[in-house]
């Protein structure tokens, strides 16, 4: 999958505590543009991805 492609090649700055509040600010940017009817089809997979920042 692409995620987690993507994730392998930045995970040195992904999974700092600064690389996981800019995903949580992404994701909050991007479940706003849902709320709005954008991708509606991502709503899931991004409260997913949320989901597995914040459990820690």
Excluded: C, K, W
């Excluded at 995970?11 to 849902?34: F, H, K, M």
């Amino acid at each position: 999958m692409v995620a987690e492609h993507v994730h392998d090649l930045f995970a040195e700055t992904l999974d700092t505590p600064a690389g996981q509040i800019a995903q949580l600010y992404v994701l909050a940017r991007l479940l706003n543009r849902i709320d709005g009817g954008d991708h509606p089809d991502l709503a899931e997979p991004l409260h997913l991805h949320a989901d597995s920042i914040l459990a820690g």
